[in-house]
Nanobody
Framework: QVQLVESGGGLVQAGGSLRLSCAAS????????MAWFRQAPGKEREFVAA????????YYEDSVKGRFTISRDSAENTIDLQMNSLKPEDTAVYYC???????????????????WGQGTQVTVSS
């Protein structure tokens, strides 16, 4: 059974940092695209960042470029999201997702991802 389990969320002041982690298990993820999405209250789920399991390619939403970094920890089998210079508008539930057989601009479409975690809350106070 595939499981994606997020951790690392919490409350932080604007300008601070958090590191989210997604523990992936239940199958081999070679060839998969691993991504982070977020959803704020009353808004649609939106793409944040994606990485190929091989770590050869990354893709970021414009508003997080230069502030967020997605990476894979091969030893721990996790997908991490380092978030720096956090802003109140980054407040949302952050979800980890996994999908296969697409890349490029398609990574922003949540409908293409097969597996999802339960989410972790990130709150940035002003």
């Amino acid at each position: 059974q595939v499981q994606l389990v997020e951790s690392g969320g919490g409350l932080v002041q604007a300008g601070g940092s958090l590191r989210l982690s997604c523990a992936a298990s239940g199958r081999t993820f070679g060839g998969y695209i691993m991504a982070w999405f977020r959803q704020a209250p009353g808004k649609e789920r939106e793409f944040v960042a994606a990485i190929t399991w091989s770590e050869t390619n990354t893709y970021y939403e414009d508003s997080v470029k230069g502030r967020f970094t997605i990476s894979r920890d091969s030893a721990e089998n996790t997908i991490d999201l380092q978030m720096n210079s956090l802003k109140p508008e980054d407040t949302a539930v952050y979800y980890c997702a996994a999908g296969i057989m697409f890349w490029g601009r398609q990574v922003v479409d949540p409908g293409l991802y097969r597996y999802w975690g339960q989410g972790t809350q990130v709150t940035v106070s002003s």
